[in-house]
Nanobody, 118 residues
Framework: QVELVESGGGLVQPGGSLRLSCAAS????????MGWYRQAPGTQRELVAQ???????LYADFVKGRFTISRENGQNTVWLEMNSLKSEDTAVYYC????????????WGQGTQVTVSP
């Protein structure tokens, strides 16, 4: 059983910074992708950033230059450094793991609230 545990959400003023972390435990293959999605009320869940076990990084256009994703492969931990936060970044942020086995298996964390407000 794979479990994803997130931490680091909270309330921050516009222009501020937050750092999210996600630790994956359980039996995980060497080939995988870890990332962050977000979902604001009334909207669909959307990709924020993703990083593969090989180091390939993908960012949504709306966070390029502001957010940085990184990971520690040995511990299957991923971080999301969020800078220059805007009110529109307010959402529940979910950690995601895509584990490549015979087929790709997907796992989700429980979500952590990020609120950007004066």
């Amino acid at each position: 059983q794979v479990e994803l545990v997130e931490s680091g959400g909270g309330l921050v003023q516009p222009g501020g910074s937050l750092r999210l972390s996600c630790a994956a435990s359980g039996i995980i293959s060497r080939n995988n992708r870890m990332g962050w999605y977000r979902q604001a009320p009334g909207t669909q869940r959307e990709l924020v950033a993703q990083i593969s076990s090989g180091g390939t990084v993908l960012y949504a256009d709306f966070v390029k230059g502001r957010f940085t994703i990184s990971r520690e492969n040995g511990q299957n931990t991923v971080w999301l450094e969020m800078n220059s936060l805007k009110s529109e970044d307010t959402a529940v942020y979910y950690c995601n793991l895509e584990d490549d086995r015979l087929a790709t298996v997907e796992y989700w964390g429980q979500g952590t609230q990020v609120t950007v407000s004066p």
